[in-house]
């Protein structure tokens, strides 16, 4: 075996035990929340030795955001592959949100755990643990804009502030999940994206009525 042919297979065995790990710590993180979760779960879960996962990682928190940060790009880039087979730009946002809320389902005790636990866009910016993070999420927002901005330019949708609808679209989505997350409701994902894509669509406003503003 040559030395580059050696040196390759140590990096193919070193991404595939990363991945294992951080796949036993997100199991652990949807299980015990991350105050509950620890290096020692996390070895058991992988089943190997404690001192074999700090080979990879300095601490728990490089751990953990690492984790957090292979789950949000696998999320997003099956969302990404999921919405490239639909043709029109609402065909796009409808398939969007039912991929969304269907991967948030079929992970829901981690994204549960995620969101309401720890929030790692709640630091600032420029601190090590957000930035990379922030990244990852505005990437997804702006991935959402091309979308909404396709829809513009062929003239489906209105002129408008493309980027905070996305952000708007965004977080409806979010909470939707949460909704379901919590147990709130038993609606099907395509009901529930129907919902949203009406409510982003058409508001709540009834339009054959005539509005005016409350007297004080």
Do not use: W
């Not at 029109?88 to 991967?103: A, D, G, M, N």
């Not at 959402?144 to 829809?151: H, K, L």
């Not at 979010?174 to 994902?189: E, N």
Request: glycine residues 4%.
């Amino acid at each position: 075996m040559t030395k580059s042919s050696a040196t390759r297979k140590e990096d193919v065995l070193r991404e595939f035990r990363i991945r294992e790990i951080l796949d036993a710590t997100c199991r652990v993180v949807a299980r015990n929340g991350f105050q509950g979760a620890t290096v020692e779960r996390v070895a058991e879960e992988a089943e190997i030795a404690k001192g074999t996962v700090y080979l990879y990682f300095q601490n728990k928190d490089e751990l953990f955001t690492a984790a957090v940060e292979q789950g949000i790009q696998s999320f997003t880039s099956q969302v990404r592959e999921q919405v490239a087979e639909a043709l029109t730009p609402i065909e796009k946002l409808q398939r969007l949100i039912e991929v969304s809320l269907e991967l948030s389902d079929t992970h829901r005790d981690f994204f549960k755990t995620l969101l309401l636990e720890r929030n790692f866009l709640a630091a600032s910016p420029n601190h090590p643990e957000a930035a990379h993070m922030l990244d990852l999420y505005l990437a997804h927002i702006r991935f959402m804009e091309e979308i909404i901005q396709d829809g513009v330019r062929v003239g489906i949708f209105r002129a408008h502030n493309v980027e905070a609808s996305a952000f708007a679209l965004n977080e409806a989505i979010r909470g939707c999940f949460q909704q379901r997350a919590l147990g709130l409701t038993a609606r099907p994902v395509t009901e529930d994206a129907s919902i949203l894509l009406d409510l982003f669509f058409n508001g709540v406003l009834n339009q054959h009525q005539n509005h005016k503003e409350p007297v004080s």
